[in-house]
């Protein structure tokens, strides 16, 4: 395979190129490290038209905000790789990445590689994913104050949602769906707090010239302006696992374990942004990308420290 920093390694190389990973670039590259960021171009918020909740930049596409951060690193020297990492592994002080552009050599290795959203399979969810159909109250909540929101109940944690959605409207239908009914308190709880629950099987989302219009549960059709899901979150962390990474499990299944810098089980490998963290929206991102920048460029100050020649 064909080596694609071939002089010496790089100081750091970023695999992901979402706002967690260009953060910490941007930090990096500012700190004269040489860094290389491989990036697969398929960020998670990708379907979604705007970005809410990013200061600065509310409303702007998210693929807009990538667009100029790539512009802004690649101005401090950082070096960006489409492509795709497939295997790291720890070597000779540093770490040594496959990539479908090549392989890469590193001092530390920062994985910023998102999350996948396994969507319910309801017919019609997936082509709506990220417009008529979302996920996060903060980012289209407000877009969707007053509307008639469907929550498509996943697991237990759907009342909640379908709890805090009713800060932006009161008019909430919750689906239990194929979850089963709610217990009487949750049940309960979700009344109390002004939420309807309509009994049933979803058989699809009623889409009309684009738009969602209904939810077919059980031979009718409920109407809605909006549906609210919550997927199954799948970290894209099999890099992090071939290093042999601990991961520890929680109610949302297991995540590779970071300490408050970042730092993974593995020497030299940093983690950051939904990879290991399912809360870390755009700005939570951002803010922890330059967070672990500053650690690793810390690491690496005491590791040319150690590595320079005793002052007679
Ligand atoms: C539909 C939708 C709408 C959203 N809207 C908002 C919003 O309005 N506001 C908000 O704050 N948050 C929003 N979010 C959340 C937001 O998408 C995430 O918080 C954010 O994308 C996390 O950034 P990240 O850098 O960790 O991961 P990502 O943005 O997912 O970036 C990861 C990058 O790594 C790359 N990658 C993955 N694996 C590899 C590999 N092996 N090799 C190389 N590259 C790889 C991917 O291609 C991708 O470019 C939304 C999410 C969804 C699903």
Redesign the pocket.
């Known amino acids: 395979m064909e080596i694609i920093a071939e002089t010496d390694r790089a100081d750091v190389v970023i ?7 260009l953060s910490a670039a941007l930090s990096l590259g500012r700190a004269r490290r040489r860094v290389v960021v ?8 990708a ?2 038209p705007h ?4 200061l600065g930049h509310d409303g702007l596409p ?1 693929l807009e905000l990538l667009e100029k951060g790539r512009r802004e690193v690649v101005g401090y020297g950082v070096r960006i790789v489409p ?4 295997l790291a592994r720890v070597v000779d002080g540093g770490v040594e990445i496959d ?1 479908t552009a090549g392989t890469l050599r590193a001092r530390r290795l920062v994985v ?4 996948a ?1 396994e969507l319910p399979d309801n017919p019609g969810l997936r082509e709506q ?2 417009r008529g159909a ?3 109250p903060y ?2 909540g407000w877009e969707h104050r007053d509307d008639v929101i469907g929550v498509i109940a996943t697991s237990p944690e759907s009342v909640r949602q379908a709890q805090l959605l009713r800060q932006w409207s009161d008019r909430v239908v919750y689906f239990p769906n194929a979850i089963g009914e709610p217990d009487p308190e949750a049940a309960d709880a979700l009344v109390r707090r002004g939420i309807r629950i309509e009994h049933g099987t979803v058989a699809a989302v009623q889409i009309v010239e684009d738009e969602v219009t209904g939810v077919e549960v059980d031979g009718h059709t409920v109407p809605v302006d909006v549906i609210f899901t919550g997927p199954t979150l799948r970290p ?1 962390d099999a ?1 992090l696992r071939s290093l042999g990474a601990t991961s520890s499990d929680g109610p949302n299944g297991s995540w590779v374990d970071i300490d408050a810098d970042g730092r993974t089980s593995v020497p030299g490998v940093w983690a950051v ?3 290991v963290d399912l809360r ?4 939570v ?1 951002l803010g922890l990308g330059a967070l672990i920048a500053g650690a690793v460029n810390a690491d690496l100050v005491l590791a040319d420290i150690a590595a320079a020649p005793a002052v007679q």
């Open positions: 695999i992901g190129g979402g706002p967690a990973g491989v990036d697969g171009g398929r960020p998670r918020n379907p979604a970005m809410h909740g990013v998210p492509g795709t990492a497939t990539t910023a590689t998102g999350l959203d994913w990220g979302v996920v996060c980012c289209d894209n890099l942004g939904n990879v870390a929206n755009v700005s991102s």
